[in-house]
């Protein structure tokens, strides 16, 4: 790799990127004027003409929409009332994919919701209604996800779920459940089999106070509409020029859930995507492999936009080179960006001595997670990784302000979307550039090694068929 010539090219798009606040209009668009984008609604229609009205705005080539068949959700009235030891209606949301139902029975509280919670709770939990925490991990750590909480209730007879936001301030937990058939499109197979309810902090502590007291009992009723739609990524590219059957994919997802503006999750990260492709465009002819920039659909639904494009991808004999997925990057102030590889330790260096090179600091974890638009790729060996911006949360639990009615356009800022553009850029320039690149795909035997090694192999076999 010519240094000196990757340095020339830095500048071209650090000027492009510090010099414009093009990105923070685009994201002022889609979470001020469209609002939410929940998969399958018209709103996310919108946000995708929009998106790729910009790629071709910004020279990127071959700009499309593609379309891809999946299952949306319609949320109507939730009640949720306490009929024991005394009488209360309370504040709750249905989660996406959950049915419409009427239920009454008494509470069991699984407190975090770890699997040996509910090992050890087994015998009690038919009938019941789950009271557990949502997601549970500060910064750094791994904790079950809320996916998983959802199953192992369903795997022991629970008939709902409440899920209980660990951050204070009257906010809502949301995020979709699991269907019937995890490996279908059509709404038979999305649709969950028990009813999944958010609760904020408040509601969920006061639950808690009573279930102290004795027997809880409460009635459940909600109104909701699983049926099928369609989604759509958004993709454009830059040609390569020496090597341009090689790829590098770069983006995020541009949908959100329907009960806020999905600004730091994930709009920030798309509109972060957008504006790499707006600066790379400007080295059209430049570069030796082809960058697609790709805004994912339909992710916060179970990934399916990325999902389908793997697949496509495969059954192309497409090369990618590497994916760097930008869920979570732009938020906050700027300045605190984490990358995440997916259990690939050869790689750990190059992007520390990278950190050096730029010069510009960044975090650098390695640990494989299955909760984002990387995973699919990851499961056909591509090497990958995903940006993210950790200040936005500092000091939360969880996913923070996301997935909640607080993630909202003044949790992001011009500047740390333009750090975060900035520093992804230069990222894609060296996958592009650099010839002694150290990634490669993975062998089906080393992604099951993988996946083992995460303790996500069993899971990832009940779900995902024939992928692995």
């Known amino acids: 790799m010519d240094r000196e010539r990757v340095r020339e090219l830095d500048r071209i798009v650090l000027g492009e990127i510090w010099t414009s606040d093009e990105a923070w209009r685009n994201l002022v668009y889609l979470c001020d004027d469209l609002g939410h984008r929940f998969a399958g609604s018209e709103r996310e229609r919108r946000a995708a003409e929009f998106l790729a009205d910009r790629m071709r705005a910004y020279g990127l080539e071959n700009v499309r929409l593609e379309r891809f068949p999946m299952a949306t959700w319609e949320r109507g009235p939730c009640h949720l009332a306490v009929v024991e030891p005394l009488e209360r209606e309370l504040p709750a949301i249905a989660m996406p994919y ?248 050869e790689l750990v260096p190059y992007f520390q001595a990278l950190g050096r090179e730029l010069p510009y600091d960044f975090a650098i974890r390695d640990e494989l997670n299955a909760h984002s638009d990387h995973f699919p790729f990851a499961l056909r060996g591509i090497p990958n990784a995903t940006l993210s911006s950790r200040d936005a949360t500092a000091g939360m639990i969880g996913r923070g302000w996301g997935h909640t009615e607080a993630d909202t356009l003044d949790k992001v800022t011009l500047r740390s979307i333009q750090l975060a553009a900035a520093l992804a850029a230069r990222f894609v320039i060296r996958f592009s550039e650099d010839e002694n690149f150290p990634g490669r795909q993975r062998t089906p035997e080393e992604v099951r090694q993988q996946l083992a090694d995460a303790g996500l192999l069993e899971r990832v076999r009940a779900t995902e068929g024939p992928v692995i």
């Open 98 to 345: 959950c049915p419409t139902a009427q239920i009454e029975a008494d509470v069991i509280d699984v407190g975090e919701g770890e699997q040996p919670d509910f090992e050890r709770l087994a015998s009690e939990i038919p009938g019941k209604i789950v009271l557990t925490d949502a997601e549970t991990n500060r910064p750094g750590e791994r904790k079950s996800h809320r996916t998983d909480k959802f199953n192992w209730a369903v795997q022991r007879g629970a008939v709902a779920v409440l899920f209980v936001n660990r951050n204070p301030g009257q906010l809502h937990i949301t995020g979709s459940l699991t269907g019937r058939n995890p490996n279908g499109t059509r709404a038979a197979d999305r649709e969950a089999p028990i009813p999944g309810i958010g609760l904020s902090y408040e509601t969920g502590q006061f639950l808690r106070r009573l279930a102290e007291r004795g027997r809880l009992r409460l009635r459940l009723a909600t109104e909701n509409r699983t049926l099928d739609a369609e989604s759509a990524k958004v993709i454009g590219v830059i040609p390569g020029t020496t090597r341009p059957d090689e790829i590098v994919l770069v983006g995020g997802h541009y949908d959100s859930h329907d009960i806020a503006q999905g600004a730091g999750d994930d709009g920030a990260g798309t509109v972060v995507g957008l504006e790499v492709g707006r600066a790379l465009a400007q080295l059209r002819g430049q570069l030796a492999r082809t960058v697609r920039v790709i805004c994912f659909g339909a992710e916060e639904l179970g990934l399916l936009g990325a999902y389908h494009h793997a697949a496509q991808a495969a059954a192309r004999g497409e090369r990618i080179r590497f994916v760097l997925n930008l869920d979570g990057a732009g938020r906050g102030t700027g300045g605190q960006e984490q990358l995440v590889l997916s259990g690939l330790p």
